[in-house]
């Protein structure tokens, strides 16, 4: 967060800063503990795959589905799974399984400390002041960041990446800014670890959610049109060489294992035809405001259409899901229409949706009260998010935040057309909290002159 170390020289005003920093962080350890002590079922529940295809690799040495080598889902996350495993395995005890969920919870609830340990630096380094702790609180704190830290899926090491991204970012453009004062800068091996550590990023990222990809390529641009402005060549080379670094050797691994260089995964072309069928087409016009779609009958008729098609591969897979899906928006672009609206609805839907079984049985985050406390919580971000941004957008620091802000506009373009829910939003959530503190200090104009004397 860039303040000196506490000690007897250090004024009273930054020690009391330091110890909010530190009790904050201890906040979003114990939130996200108690949520993974009761919701410990969700580490349990592989919903999405990525603990098979960990196992496929400890026990196979190779990602696989269906005995096959696959690219179905980004490989971070089982990389990580797959040490978790292995470690868990290798532990002095009788339960492995218990001590995988253990490691896990234990795993996302570090992530989920360190990204709020960023997100008040960021802020910090954005002129927020005092307010980044409340940046910081709003993240700590987030009911959907503290429920997916109990869940076996890539929100948690996701947000904490889109920070990390977000963070490196705002730290290369310093380099820029020295360069544009006409500062020699070549010497320093800084700004040469910066931009290193920038591509990394940028890589890693890109491999735990593919959706990160398009914002990774617009800020590569950004990047390019600075390096012809400034004169930057290196350096951006620098970027682009580490990212290449990361990405190609899965590229490489897909082009031997399945026949195609693929940087993301083979899974676009379902979750687009997810969004995009006619049974959801009907749903959204038919369907009940704030109920979850059904798509067990949608499941079973894809399940068919492979078998009639003689599908044997994850490319044809791919291939046969997106042309089904590109068929039915071209034949039905009002339903499309009409089906984006509820795909944007869902990802910035205040409150968690009502599943089928929510009437009889409601899980946690369904009950009405439950769901009136987070709506409330989300309406009253969003509100000051939405005043921030209108600051921000004439603030001195307009660079670092066009950087974040593109990445809630990027998720928001893609999840508009590809299959959409709360939790996709969730990398988003940090930029948010940013603008939210942004807009509290906009609203509170002599706490926010305290905040810059501190």
Same mark, same amino acid.
């Given at each position: 967060m860039n303040l000196p170390q506490p000690s007897s020289g250090v004024p009273a005003s930054r020690r009391r800063l330091?110890?909010?920093?530190?009790?904050?962080?201890?906040?979003?350890?114990?939130?996200?503990?108690?949520?993974?002590?009761?919701?410990? !079922?969700?580490?349990?529940?592989?919903?999405d795959g990525y603990r098979a295809v960990a196992q496929s690799l400890i026990e196979q040495g190779d990602m696989l589905r269906d005995g096959r080598p696959t690219a179905w889902r980004p490989p971070l996350y089982p990389l990580l799974l797959?040490?978790?495993?292995?470690?868990?395995?290798?532990?002095?005890?009788?339960?492995? !399984?218990?001590?995988?969920?253990?490691?896990?919870?234990?795993?996302?609830?570090?992530?989920?400390?360190?990204?709020?340990?960023?997100?008040?630096?960021?802020?910090?380094?954005?002129?927020?002041?005092?307010? #980044?702790?409340?940046?910081?609180?709003?993240?700590?704190c987030d009911p959907l960041l503290v429920h997916q830290s109990a869940q076996l899926m890539t929100e948690t090491l996701a947000t904490l990446l889109a920070v990390v991204v977000w963070s490196v970012f705002d730290a290369f453009l310093d380099v820029s800014r020295v360069a544009q004062r006409g500062e020699f800068i070549a010497p320093s091996p800084r700004p040469r670890l910066q931009a290193v550590s920038l591509g990394l990023a940028f890589g890693l990222a890109t491999l735990c959610r593919p959706t990160f990809l398009p914002w990774v390529a617009l800020l590569l641009l950004w990047l390019a049109w600075l390096a012809v402005r400034q004169r930057l060549f290196a350096h951006v080379a620098a970027v682009t060489a580490a990212f290449a670094l990361v990405v190609v050797p899965w590229a490489i691994r897909n082009w031997i294992e399945i026949g195609r260089p693929i940087v993301t995964t083979t899974h676009g072309g379902y979750t687009l035809l997810l969004a995009n069928n006619e049974r959801f087409y009907d749903w959204t016009?038919?369907?009940?405001?704030?109920?979850?779609?059904? #798509?067990?009958?949608?499941? !079973?008729?894809?399940?068919?259409?492979?078998?009639?098609?003689?599908?044997?591969?994850?490319?044809?897979e791919d291939r046969l899901a997106r042309q089904l899906a590109l068929e039915t928006m071209r034949a039905d672009p009002a339903g499309f229409a009409r089906a984006t609206g509820v795909r944007l609805g869902r990802f910035w839907n205040f409150s968690p949706h009502i599943t089928a079984h929510a009437a009889g049985h409601p899980a946690p985050l369904e009950r009405a009260s439950t769901r009136w406390l987070i709506a409330s919580w989300y309406l009253a971000e969003f509100a000051l998010a939405l005043?921030?941004?209108?600051?921000?957008?004439?603030?001195?620091?307009?660079?670092?935040?066009?950087?974040?802000?593109?990445?809630?506009?990027?998720? #928001?373009?893609?999840?508009?057309?590809?299959? #959409?829910?709360?939790?996709?939003?969730?990398?988003?959530?940090?930029?948010?909290?940013?603008?939210?503190?942004a807009g509290a200090r906009r609203l509170l104009p002599r706490g926010a002159a305290a905040s810059e004397r501190a």
């Open positions: 330091i110890v909010a920093l530190a009790a904050i962080a201890l906040l979003a350890i114990a939130v996200r503990g108690v949520a993974v002590w009761f919701l410990a !079922d969700g580490l349990t529940h592989d919903t797959a040490k978790l495993l292995w470690i868990a395995e290798h532990l002095p005890t009788e339960d492995a !399984d218990q001590a995988f969920v253990f490691l896990v919870g234990l795993t996302q609830v570090v992530c989920g400390a360190l990204t709020v340990l960023l997100v008040a630096r960021l802020g910090w380094r954005l002129g927020l002041g005092r307010w #980044s702790l409340l940046a910081a609180a709003l993240v700590a016009r038919d369907g009940a405001w704030g109920t979850v779609w059904d #798509s067990r009958e949608f499941v !079973d008729d894809w399940l068919a259409r492979k078998q009639a098609a003689g599908i044997e591969n994850e490319l044809d005043w921030g941004l209108a600051g921000a957008a004439r603030g001195p620091n307009r660079a670092t935040w066009l950087a974040g802000v593109l990445l809630v506009v990027v998720l #928001s373009v893609v999840h508009g057309v590809y299959w #959409s829910d709360l939790r996709m939003r969730a990398p988003a959530m940090p930029v948010v909290a940013l603008l939210a503190a």
